[in-house]
């Protein structure tokens, strides 16, 4: 499947409705401000999952082009991104809907699980092969999003 085929019929929806998700949740919950705090959290998720999902594709490719350029396409890397990164955008919509529920936070564990397995099905590593790329990708796949959220709350209350 094509690179923008993969974007535009599996990781646009996805962040989509969880955006959506965030603002009408954003006005359900919110006590004061309530229509600013609803495009604040809105726009906070928008730029943690889409830029975390980019910058996740490219620190993934650029570690395969590095220390395995054999491996290293374009298509294969966001496949295995795509179908990983699901994972958070899914926890994200779920902790969203329901706040007390965040400690399902804990299952972006999972990612890596998915990770495992996409490389077999992706690239038919055998399980000794696939140590070093599962320990990257599920580091950058759990984390970026984070990283990106926190430096913007981090922005904000400054």
Known sequence: MPVKQIRAQYIYPW???????????GLLYARTAVFETAILGAVLTAI??????????FA??????????DLATKIQTETLVAYSYTI?????????????LFFLRILSLFAAY????????????????????????SAVIMLVSIIINGMIRFLITV
């Open 48 to 57: 943690s999952l889409a830029g975390g999902y980019f910058i996740t594709n």
């Open 60 to 69: 993934c490719f650029a570690y395969l082009k590095k220390a395995r350029p």
């Open 15 to 25: 962040i989509g409705l969880t955006v959506a998700s965030a603002f009408l949740f």
């Open 88 to 100: 958070i955008i899914l926890i994200e919509l779920f902790t969203i809907i329901v706040p007390s």
């Open 114 to 137: 998915v990770v495992w397995e996409g490389c077999r099905a992706v690239w038919q590593l055998k399980e000794d092969e696939r140590g070093n790329i599962v320990l990257v990708f």
